[in-house]
């Protein structure tokens, strides 16, 4: 009987020093006995244990721990201490709502572009308060949550579905989606859903109807209206150039490199944008009369932006280049007087 209390003794003294160290009444000393035990009364004792260990109070753990320490001779008090860890187990129980989000990402793996995939995220409230699941969003069209249960008891799980429209898409896709509660501590959290998309632009079909209605729409047209310039490049153009023009590796080219001081360059860019590329069918016209949104203004304020990136970006390049040059001479310079 001694050896079967001495499996969880030395872990109830370990418990004391985590949480008080050399002070605590374990690291003094305690004399622990077990004579007269029984084996239901190990039985019960070990399971008083495992109620300790269960709770988040470290204070109560340890207070539990001593008692039972005190009265391992006999279970005299130990109903009463069963009792008592009832109560604290009540109090140390979490007095709000929690959100547990058992899976933060998900993969779908390589996929063809123009499908649609879906994934159930679970969403476990772990707290003693109902939570309420208030909205589910993502900062792209093509990316739509969908929210089963919008109310979860405690201890129980709701679901969350998202569906990734793979339209357009080529490559890596990451995207985000926040999901909003009334959790206090955690108000936001956010998920992710990845994706390789393979068969980029083989099959797009009208790519007009596409980019600039449904879900594209979101991204492509509606968050540009009423903006010019800066701000409609970041609107419309940003998710596939990049935000600076300096583009994406694998999604679109930079479109700050060109040289804008070419009248008949500025000409071409002018006319991509407008109608779209011969080369790259993806990139649809965005000139209103051509059955995008955007007017003339529009676009030549998109050429005007370009025009000053451009010249920003030159500047950069040139000013990188320059502070190079200075480590590339002290190499020399080493090298010369180090043969």
Request: aromatic content about 6%; proline content about 4%; overall charge neutral.
């Amino acid at each position: 009987m001694d050896n079967k209390l001495n499996i969880f003794l030395p872990i109830l003294e370990m418990t004391n020093q985590q949480c008080f160290g050399d002070a605590s009444p374990a690291a003094r000393g305690v004399k622990q006995s077990s004579e007269g035990f029984k084996t239901d009364e190990l039985s019960h004792t070990f399971a008083l244990f495992q109620q300790m260990m269960s709770l988040r109070n470290c204070g109560l753990r340890v207070l539990i721990s001593q008692i039972m320490k005190a009265k391992l001779r006999g279970l005299t008090i130990l109903s009463s201490v069963l009792t008592l860890s009832g109560a604290f187990a009540g109090a140390a129980e979490i007095d709000r709502p929690v959100l547990e989000l058992p899976e933060m990402e998900f993969d779908f793996g390589t996929i063809n572009e123009g499908v649609e995939v879906r994934h159930t995220f679970p969403m476990r409230n772990a707290g003693s308060k109902r939570l309420e699941i208030k909205t589910a969003f993502s900062t792209c069209g093509c990316t739509v949550p969908h929210i089963k249960h919008r109310e979860i008891a405690p201890g129980q799980t709701g679901e969350l579905e998202v569906v990734l429209d793979t339209a357009m898409k080529q490559g890596a896709v990451s995207k985000p989606v926040e999901i909003r509660s009334n959790d206090p501590e955690h108000p936001v959290m956010t998920i992710h859903i990845k994706a390789n998309v393979r068969g980029a632009h083989f099959d797009l079909g009208d790519v007009k109807a596409k980019i600039f209605t449904g879900r594209c729409a979101a991204c492509h047209v509606d968050k540009g209206k009423g903006k010019e310039g800066e701000d409609l490049f970041a609107a419309d153009c940003g998710m596939c150039h990049g935000f600076r023009g300096t583009g994406i590796k694998g999604v679109a080219p930079s479109l700050v490199h060109g040289n804008y001081e070419d009248e008949a360059f500025c000409a071409a860019m002018l006319h991509v944008i407008s109608f779209g590329s011969q080369q790259h069918r993806s990139m649809a016209g965005y000139l209103n009369t051509a059955g995008g949104p955007l007017t003339e203004k529009d676009i030549n304020s998109l050429i005007t932006f370009l025009k000053k990136r451009s010249q920003q970006e030159k500047r950069e390049e040139e000013r990188r280049s320059k502070q190079a040059s200075p480590a590339a001479t002290d190499t020399r310079e080493s090298s010369s007087e180090n043969p």
